[in-house]
């Protein structure tokens, strides 16, 4: 069946994703709000409309009657949410309270995108069900968007990705990996923490997981990873590696480094196992989704 899927955040590093891996012609409506102007194509239309501006979805939920909403957007950074905690509690939550009652008046399936950074990175891996305890604001409105979510009655799922990586837009936000290879590339270091770990996903793969579940119906709550668990510098001299990049310039350095203004958890490395069971997906090995990437790179 074809869908009419809003996806919020749709010029994002996920949302972007989503769109390229849609291969079943869905009608695809895409929010942002940057200051910019994406183009729309084929099925894929784009609208400057901010997560907060409630009648303006009113009237996009209206004329357009989404099937499936799939809300990635939010304020994705934990120093920008430490510091501007007013618009970060609008955007991360009160965004989903708005988002949630228009999937309930229009019947629209919910996922929403939440994130690792509801746990504090203490007991990893982290399977779905384990207790989550944010170590700083921006894991505190990841974890109240899901608990509002929680609530309601309509089909819904919440998928938490851990740190992700692939092509952004060139307007957008940087990933770990991009940012590496953009300083690798001008011979310049990369200074990457050595004691902090994940297994990071490949953003296609993230979104190749979202639309099987939609397609096959598969809803409920998915913790989303790679295959290993690496520290960040692993990951970075990886992508020296499969990029043939000098890998020396990859420095290793321990939190704190940075003097960043809030505590990151250390280790939310996740079991992928009900991923593996429920929706059939062999999570990718880092050389894989590198690969991808450097496969694809323009
Ligand atoms: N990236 C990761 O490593 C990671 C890890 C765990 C969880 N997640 C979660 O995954 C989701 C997607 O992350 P991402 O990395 O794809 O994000 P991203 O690259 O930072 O993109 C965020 C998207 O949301 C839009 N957006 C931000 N504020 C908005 C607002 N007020 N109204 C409407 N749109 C707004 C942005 O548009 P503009 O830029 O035009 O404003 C952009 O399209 C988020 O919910 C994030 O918490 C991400």
């Known amino acids: 069946m074809q869908n009419k899927v809003l996806i919020t955040g749709g010029t994002g590093l996920l949302g972007k994703a989503l769109i390229e891996k849609n291969d079943d012609g869905d009608e695809i409506m895409a929010t942002y709000t940057g200051n910019y102007v994406a183009e729309s194509h084929g099925q894929v239309k784009y609208l400057m409309l901010d997560i907060r501006d409630k009648s303006g979805y009113e009237s996009l939920f209206n004329d357009f009657r989404p099937n499936v909403v799939i809300h990635t957007a939010s304020i994705g950074s934990p120093d920008f949410a430490h510091n501007n905690r007013g618009i970060t509690l609008e955007v991360n939550v009160n965004g989903v309270k708005n988002i949630l009652s228009l999937c309930e008046r229009y019947n629209s399936t919910l996922i929403h995108i939440s994130s690792n950074g509801i746990y504090d990175g203490e007991n990893a891996p982290y399977s779905e069900d384990d207790h989550a305890e944010p170590k700083n604001y921006y894991g505190q409105t990841k974890l109240q968007g899901e608990e509002v979510v929680k609530k309601t ?28 290879l953009s300083k690798l590339i001008k011979n310049e270091k990369v200074f990457v923490y050595d004691d902090v770990y994940s297994n990071p996903l490949f953003s296609g793969s993230c979104a190749n997981a979202i639309w099987k579940m939609i397609n096959s119906n598969q809803y409920g709550i998915f913790n989303l990873a790679g295959r290993e668990r690496v520290s960040i510098y692993e990951l970075v001299v990886a992508v020296a590696e499969i990029f043939n990049l ?27 196992a009900k991923m593996e069971k429920i929706l059939k997906i062999k999570p990718l090995t880092l050389f894989e989704g590198l690969e991808k990437m450097r496969s694809t790179q323009k």
């Open 246 to 272: 000098n890998k020396e310039l990859v420095i290793p350095v321990k939190q704190g480094y940075f003097n960043e203004l809030v505590p990151r958890p250390k280790d939310t490395s996740y079991n992928t």
């Open 153 to 180: 009655e309509i089909p819904f799922a919440i998928v938490r990705p851990i740190l992700m990586y692939g092509w952004n837009h060139s307007f957008e936000r940087q990933n770990i990996v991009t940012i590496a």
